[in-house]
């Protein structure tokens, strides 16, 4: 009877695991909905910011959150928080009165396998949702015209400066904070295997009376000067951190790295004893470490599939060589998802199948006796 009453507890315990993971199928479609916290805010209690859970959330729902704390556009610190809406920030950092901060919240869904308050695992998430924000600078930006006009500013504290074609006034100023990279990969850690040899972050924006000016597609080109943690390479590339990260046309003139990114936005800098490959041949021809150049692009199918003749030259393989064959094409993150899930659910079903034949056979040999 003990024998029976576990295995039925265990057949349960199955059941109900698939009741946990066979709905969650369904739910990955709801990840490219735009979430938004609301009302971010200091709660009272040390230094502990909460904020509300987005309002076109479902009660079922699960989110990931970034929080940053800034200081005249300067992102001084930046925490995470999955599921709970609120975080601490660090007594060390703010060391003014809370409200002269200025807090952003940002939400992206996740799909939750498991019991969020004890136990569980992340099979998926979405994409980051817009910024919400309270604080001196939290007000929404400001729009900028772009015009013939052509206005160059400067950031007095590292000397960045910036060249555009726009109609601002005469009181628009440049920031151009840098970020630790150590935060941006702790917030992003994705980004770590895209920015290989990452040194610095910059902040760029162009503000207006206190107000961040929205410029849209102007094109600005942008002068950063090589300060010693720079210098510690000898070569250097500008990534723009848009949606995905985009590899910038880089030049060094004298000491400054200059460059024309879309919009004003994140810059990464990336640093390497190796030269850059060329932005525009890159998508072309990558060339390989081995000849002396670094790069953010994986090898093409062509270039990789070489062989040596045993002189140092390189002669492509022919087509029927099994070498020539063409890669599986990658699956998506989302595929990958599912096909977890879908693993976990067949797992369920055959575990169940084969406690109820271990049953059926205890149940028959039981019964000769």
Known sequence: MKIRATWKKRIWGMALALCIT???????????????????????????????KPENAGSSDSFEYEAHLLLEGEVLENQTSEIQPYVFFSSDTVTLPQEEYTIRVRARWIMIVGDPDGQYMVADVGDWGPWASSGPEADGPAPAAAGSGKVELTFPDNGVSVSLQADLSEDAELYADTMAAESLLCADPGLEAQLPGLLS????????????????????????????????????????????????????????????????????????????????????????????????????????????????????????????????????????????????????????????????????ASSHK
């Open 22 to 52: 066979l709905p969650a199928l369904a739910q990955p479609a709801l990840a490219a909905e735009e979430y938004i916290p609301g009302n971010p805010r200091w709660s009272g209690y040390k230094n502990q910011v909460q904020w509300d």
């Open 201 to 364: 972050v910059y902040e760029i924006s162009i503000r207006q009376s206190g107000r961040r000016l929205e410029l849209g597609d102007i094109p600005i080109e942008i002068r950063i000067p090589l300060n010693d943690h720079l210098k510690s390479q000898s070569h250097h590339q500008a990534v723009y951190l848009g949606e995905e990260p985009e590899p910038l046309e880089t030049v060094s003139e004298g000491d400054a790295l200059i460059f024309e990114a879309p919009s004003p936005g994140r810059i990464a800098i990336l640093g390497s004893d190796k030269p850059f490959v060329p932005v525009a041949a890159s998508s072309d021809s990558p060339q390989s470490e081995a000849s002396g150049t670094a790069s953010m692009e994986s090898k093409t199918p062509e270039t990789s599939a070489q062989a040596s003749d045993g002189n140092g030259s390189e002669e492509p393989v022919s087509p029927d060589s099994p070498q020539a064959e063409e890669p599986e094409p990658e699956k998506d993150d989302g595929e990958t998802s599912y096909m977890a899930v879908g693993l976990i659910v067949a797992a369920a079903v055959a575990a169940g199948v084969t406690a109820f034949i271990l049953l059926a056979r205890r149940k028959k």
